[in-house]
Structure formats: structure tokens, C-alpha cells
């Protein structure tokens, strides 16, 4: 059974950090690409940021480029969302996802998400 949690959410304020970790279970982790995504209130799943499978390359929504690092602990069977100088904007619920790394489509399993509040 495959198994995503994230955990670390919270409600910050503007300016301040969070970091995010995901422990994926039930799949080989070596195997598998993770991403983050968010969604809002209202507004569509947005895509975060993507790590591959060794952690050798990484990718970026436009809107946190520059402020949140993806990174991953293969050891660990755990990924990483580093979130610096949040912004209100980024108020959302937080999901991990897991693919294969061979391939390109949809990823096909998420976590329960992790609900991150900013304040103003």
C-alpha cells in the first residue's frame, strides 16, 4: 500500500519559513520523482516544484522560484519542501506526489496534504 504523508504545515507569518517533509512508504523511492503541489480556496491545483529521483535536477512553479527548494533524502524515503519568505499568497493546502521516473504524465499518488496559512 502505497502511503504519502506530509506534515509540517502551520500557520506563519509573512516573511517567516516553513519546512515541509513527505515520508513515502509502499514504493521503491529510488524509482520515483516527487513533487509538490498547493491549492487554494477556490483556485486549481497549482504545480510547486519537482525533484528527480537522485535529486539531479529540480523544477519550480514561476511563483516560488527563487524562495522554496525542493530536495530529497533517499535514505530517508523523504522529500523536502524548504519555504522561505512566505507570502500571504502562499496560503494553501500542501500535497506530495509520487511518479515513476520514467515517466511524463500525471503523477499518480498524492498525500493528504498539509494545510500552510500565511499571515499578513
Known amino acids: 500500500q502505497v502511503q504519502l504523508v506530509e506534515s509540517g504545515g502551520g500557520l506563519v507569518q509573512a516573511g517567516e519559513s516553513l519546512r515541509l517533509p513527505c515520508v513515502a512508504s509502499?514504493?521503491?523511492?529510488?524509482?520515483?520523482?516527487m513533487g509538490w503541489f498547493r491549492q487554494a480556496p477556490g483556485k486549481e491545483r497549482e504545480f510547486i516544484s519537482r525533484?528527480?529521483?537522485?535529486?539531479?535536477?529540480?523544477y519550480y512553479g514561476d511563483s516560488v522560484k527563487g524562495r522554496f527548494t525542493i530536495s530529497r533524502d533517499n535514505a530517508k524515503n523523504t522529500a523536502y519542501l524548504q519555504m522561505n519568505n512566505l507570502k500571504p499568497e502562499d496560503t494553501a493546502v500542501y500535497y506530495c506526489?509520487?511518479?515513476?521516473?520514467?515517466?511524463?504524465?500525471?503523477?499518480?499518488?498524492w498525500g493528504q496534504g498539509t494545510q500552510v496559512t500565511v499571515s499578513s
Open positions: 506526489a509520487a511518479r515513476l521516473s520514467w515517466r511524463s504524465d500525471d503523477f499518480p499518488y
Open positions: 509502499g514504493i521503491p523511492f529510488t524509482h520515483y520523482d
Open positions: 525533484i528527480t529521483w537522485n535529486g539531479g535536477e529540480t
